[in-house]
């Protein structure tokens, strides 16, 4: 049996989640997943559409919201209860966080960022992405269950035909004082609604070369587009563009269809956040900017003239 960690923010499920599932999905039929929050009920059924069996379900009445330490107690329980060949999660940084939480209660080595997973006796073989990705490493893993995250994107999260909804098996975690002493208590501000980064299809970002008040052409291509805007991290060091814009190893790390990188060099950790496009299309007055070399299609030209030209183009052709 493969135990998963699935999050969920406020009752609504990770997507990303998905993806260790069907890595899980992979590596045994036996599923299974732990949800942490009496808010996760309501989506621990869909779960059994991804494959999995029975969906167990953390409830105290003092989580309210993410409480790391608290997760990490709760799918350690599970994980001694149930002696799973393997625990997984996606790793994302709560995702990595919450098995940090688990690999240390468990006393069990912890693989982070795995690509692909081979179990074996006491030993399991891993590949997982080093240096932002820029080396892959394979490793062996000497534990008798082995506890790891997968890299995002690196399994594609598909339903299985034919699959009904997941058993919701809940449960009261052992939890300590110290388990609840870091958590989210208030949340202040919040999104402005559409697309999230993460998650969007198309993604036009944009670095030191689109000039801190030339976002705008970029804000109307990505509205038009039905995309998401991003930024490099130059730009919200800068303070043009707030963090939770940023693409790269320490900001979102995106897969969308369409990539357009406006004003951006493609330096390592950039690239790190962007490579997993499938399309990308780069904006640059150097033909010799390192982004280049990772682009599908490229555009010699300054940002702010190409981009409203780009823009007025797109316009024209959606009528």
């Known amino acids: 049996m493969i135990l998963v960690y699935v999050d969920h923010d406020r009752g609504v499920l990770d997507e990303f989640s998905l993806q260790a599932v069907a890595a899980a999905r992979g590596l045994d039929s036996d599923v299974q997943?732990?949800?942490?929050g009496a808010d996760a009920v309501t989506a621990a059924a869909r779960l059994g559409e991804f494959g999995v069996t029975t969906t167990h379900v953390a409830v105290d009445p003092r989580i309210a919201d993410y409480t790391p330490a608290a997760s990490g107690r709760a799918l350690a329980q599970m994980a001694r209860q149930h002696s799973p060949a393997a625990v997984l999660a996606v790793g994302s940084p709560r995702g990595n966080e919450v098995l940090a939480h688990a690999s240390a209660i468990l006393d069990e080595p912890f693989a982070a960022d795995c690509t692909a997973i081979a179990l074996g006796d006491g030993v399991s073989t891993v590949t997982?992405?080093?240096w932002a990705g820029n080396v892959l490493e394979d490793a062996r893993?000497?534990?008798p269950m082995l506890i790891a995250s997968t890299a995002l994107h690196a399994f594609a999260a598909e339903p299985v035909t034919g699959s009904g909804p997941a058993a919701v098996v809940e449960f009261t975690p052992e939890l300590t004082d110290a388990d609840l002493a870091v958590r989210v208590v208030d949340r202040v501000g919040g999104g402005g609604g559409?697309?999230?980064l993460a998650e969007a299809k198309v993604v036009v970002s944009g670095g030191r070369g689109v000039g801190e008040g030339g976002f705008g052409p970029l804000e109307e291509l990505a509205a038009l587009l039905g995309g998401?805007?991003?930024?490099s991290r130059v730009v919200t060091s800068a303070g043009w563009r707030p963090h939770a814009e940023q693409v790269g190893q320490t900001g979102t790390k995106v897969a969308p269809d369409l990539y357009i990188a406006v004003g951006i060099s493609g330096a390592t950790q950039h690239i790190a956040g962007c490579k997993n496009a499938k399309t990308m299309i780069a904006i640059n007055t150097d033909p010799e900017a390192t982004i280049m070399s990772f682009a599908d299609y490229a555009v010699i030209g300054d940002a702010a003239t190409v981009m409203p030209a780009l823009v007025e183009a797109v316009r024209?052709?959606?009528?």
């Open 33 to 36: 997943a732990v949800m942490v």
């Open 128 to 130: 997982r992405n080093r």
């Open 141 to 143: 893993v000497h534990a």
């Open 194 to 196: 559409g697309v999230s």
């Open 228 to 231: 998401a805007v991003g930024c």
């Open 316 to 319: 024209a052709a959606k009528g």
